[in-house]
């Protein structure tokens, strides 16, 4: 039997004692209503940047923002006396008595934001006015300043900084296990960080906003300061709805038009200094924009915030124009009499309520309305003539034909004087090339073994582990994706690569461009054989890859894809490896393992930088976690990663930075470039499979990408590149004959 639990009714006859709440846990619930999410916190800290008057704020993410999140602004910053008591709750600079509330003029006023934050998080802030020498260090715990570490003094630390403020926020909800678990993944949550960022920043175009992802070189949102409304909307939102915007405004001021009768004026301007005075600035999307979600961005008094009863409004606005299915872009900023609003309605100032909310949402509905029956005259349409794709061509193009057509048919004797000289350019055009200049072969052909990839059974174990580089199943056909160069403004990169454009040699740059693979001649030797017009070149295959792939490394410096290693495996014992089975190691006059010592002790602590500029990444504990992967669809040879983490000792020079990266850089390279293995393989049949899977890989990944990124420096001619035949020297072989 299921024994029945007594209600709390029925349990006791005695009500239950109550009691007064620990202050922890008043802070924790209140900052469970002010702070949702990462989103919620990152909206509270850009509304404080604005606030502060910034002109710049910069924000880094990493982990959708429960790991960290940062924003730095170059506002009016805090004083050092105000530290304190910075992160207690009800603290602010916003108002002073509950009659400022109904002018408040700024997005903060209760003072609760960074309180919660410290409650859930762990919080600094680095601060500097313009009058201080020196920027100061706090840390915040429980809304009280705490030391940033063991046995140092709770006070804020003096350190350099620039003007204005940086919060530091790590490890969100770390106290409250069940709403860390209630969000969504990491990614969910930075497209959340990105959409309020995004709004903002459409509507403050005098502010630069800047967020990207920690360790990420390229912003994900960038604005530029100094701006405009509409070209923040171009910049974020796309072209696509910028050529569609239709400007809107309308105020209080304007004259009210019935439905029955809009051409008739049916009252007055509203007299100067009406405390109910408002204005609204919009921008809308015509009839030609269409979308599955409607993007509603509503700004009241310069306040992010939702209304449901707005949204429904301008739907119906749109639902005689638009079909069905479809929704609109709107962005919409009101501005009215701060005595008429209430901002303190929501914990997270999400809604406001105001005055008159009916009429001024039925004015701007009209408004809208107007605007879209000017803009509806005229649409714009694209169709399809040709079962090819073609799109149809507009009516200047076709009045321009008929223009053609007609003054063919009108000029008949200029068309008999002119015939003698086309038949002589038709002459030229249809000259007979003889056999030996015919060139049989074109870019454009296409073999059915380039659609279906060998995998090389020596990788089938880690293809799993080298993350969302490379496609999963054989069975896929390849797509290639260009590889962009990576903004770099280090002067030593931008030396390396003017370097290789200076260095390149025209002739043989546009063989490689041009040519078609004939086929490998000896695999073991990395030679193969292309036909570039009517020549036919022996080519060291081995030694192009090494200079593609150094090229590949200079392009994608700082942003390359990894490559995971799982299980990642110990730098020590790779070493070890390489160099007991490297024989110049019995010349030194270092043992092996002083020599395995020395190369780890230069290799750990430059771990960050390897992550950060070649994505090596390198644990604390000495593990190998991942390698930068630079061509998508080529797996270099892992047995040749010993070899390759010992040169990086030697053959590396640390000492200057131009040669630090180019010796790294071809080092790497050597390490991808096709070669015999280290280890052979025990079975005949993996042999074979091994030996397909790299010819492979050869002909219809390496060789496509030297026609498309390879600068062919003139050293290749020197015993790289060999004219083995031409046609036309055959042909008069033959003629000899």
Request: net charge neutral; aromatic share 6%.
């Amino acid at each position: 039997m299921i024994a029945e639990i007594p209600s709390p009714a029925t349990d006791s006859a005695e009500p239950l004692p109550i009691r007064r709440l620990q202050e922890s846990l008043i802070n924790r619930i209140a900052a469970g209503e002010v702070i949702h999410r990462p989103a919620s916190a990152l909206k509270e800290l850009v509304e404080n940047s604005l606030d502060a008057g910034a002109t710049s704020i910069r924000v880094t993410i990493k982990d959708g923002g429960m790991k960290l999140l940062q924003i730095q602004d170059n506002g009016c910053g805090i004083r050092k006396s105000d530290l304190p008591i910075l992160a207690e709750r009800f603290t602010t600079s916003k108002l002073k008595t509950f009659s400022d509330l109904s002018r408040i003029q700024t997005y903060g006023f209760r003072g609760e934001a960074l309180a919660s934050m410290s409650h859930v998080s762990h919080l600094s802030v680095v601060t500097k006015t313009k009058s201080e020498s020196c920027a100061w260090k706090a840390c915040y715990v429980d809304g009280h300043l705490t030391p940033p570490k063991p046995g140092q003094s709770v006070d804020p630390k003096p350190c350099a900084g620039n003007d204005g403020t940086t919060i530091t926020i790590e490890d969100m909800f770390y106290n409250t296990p069940t709403r860390l678990s209630a969000l969504k993944s990491s990614s969910e949550e930075y497209s959340r960080i990105l959409d309020v960022l995004t709004k903002y920043a459409i509507h403050n175009p005098k502010v630069a906003f800047v967020c990207k992802k920690a360790g990420s070189p390229t912003p994900d949102l960038s604005s530029p300061s100094a701006s405009e409304t509409p070209n923040n909307i171009r910049l974020l939102y796309g072209h696509s709805i910028a050529k569609e915007l239709v400007p809107v405004q309308v105020s209080s001021k304007d004259k009210k038009f019935t439905r029955e009768d809009e051409d008739e004026d049916m009252e007055a301007d509203e007299p100067e200094g009406d405390p109910e005075e408002w204005h609204a600035e919009a921008h809308i999307t015509n009839a030609n924009y269409q979308a599955k979600k409607m993007v509603f961005l509503l700004f009241i008094n310069h306040r992010l915030v939702e209304s449901s009863r707005m949204r429904r409004a301008f739907e119906a606005v749109y639902n005689g124009i638009l079909p069905k299915g479809s929704s609109p872009f709107v962005y919409l900023s009101l501005e009215i009499d701060t005595r008429l609003v209430d901002v303190n309605v929501h914990p997270t100032k999400r809604e406001v309520h105001f005055l008159n909310e009916e009429e001024i949402t039925e004015r701007i509905s009209d408004t809208f309305q107007r605007a879209l029956a000017v803009q509806n005259h005229s649409r714009t349409f694209e169709y399809q003539t040709l079962l090819t794709g073609g799109v149809a061509s507009t009516g200047q193009e076709l009045s321009q034909k008929r223009k053609g057509k007609q003054r063919e048919i009108s000029d008949p004797v200029e068309e008999d004087d002119e015939e003698s000289s086309s038949n002589l350019s038709k002459a030229s055009k249809l000259k007979k090339t003889l056999s030996q200049h015919k060139v049989r072969t074109s870019l454009k052909d296409r073999t059915l073994d380039s659609m279906f990839p060998v995998e090389n059974p020596a990788h089938v174990a880690s293809s799993s582990s080298q993350g969302k580089s490379q496609d999963e199943s054989t069975g896929k056909t390849l797509k290639s994706r260009e590889i962009k160069e990576s903004v770099c403004f280090l002067t030593s990169v931008l030396d390396l690569r003017r370097k290789i454009t200076k260095g390149k040699h025209r002739q043989l740059t546009e063989i490689l461009e041009k040519h078609t693979f004939v086929g490998i001649v000896d695999l073991q030797r990395s030679l193969s054989l292309i036909q570039h017009s009517t020549n036919l070149y022996l080519v060291n295959h081995g030694s192009l890859a090494e200079e593609l792939f150094y090229q590949l490394g200079v392009r994608q410096f700082g942003n390359f894809s990894r490559m995971k290693l799982d299980p990642p495996p110990p730098l020590r014992n790779l070493v070890e490896i390489a160099v007991n089975a490297e024989d110049s190691t019995k010349n030194s006059k270092l043992t092996k393992s002083q020599i395995i010592d020395r190369i780890v002790k230069i290799l750990m602590p430059r771990r960050e930088m390897l992550a950060e500029y070649f994505s090596l990444c390198i644990s604390d504990a000495g593990l190998v976690e991942s390698l930068p992967l630079l061509l998508r669809d080529y797996t270099p040879n892992l047995n040749n990663l010993p070899s390759f983490l010992m040169r990086l000792g030697p053959q590396v020079d640390w000492t200057s930075e131009i040669e630090c990266f180019e010796s790294f850089l071809r080092e790497l390279a050597y390490f991808y470039t096709p070669g015999e293995t280290v280890v052979p393989t025990a079975g005949s049949d993996d042999e074979q499979a091994q030996d397909q899977a790299e010819r492979w890989q050869i002909q219809h990944v390496l060789f496509p990408a030297m026609r498309r990124y390879l600068f062919a420096p003139k050293s290749l001619l020197d015993r790289d590149v060999v004219q083995a035949a031409s046609l036309p020297d055959l042909y008069k072989v033959f003629e000899r004959c």
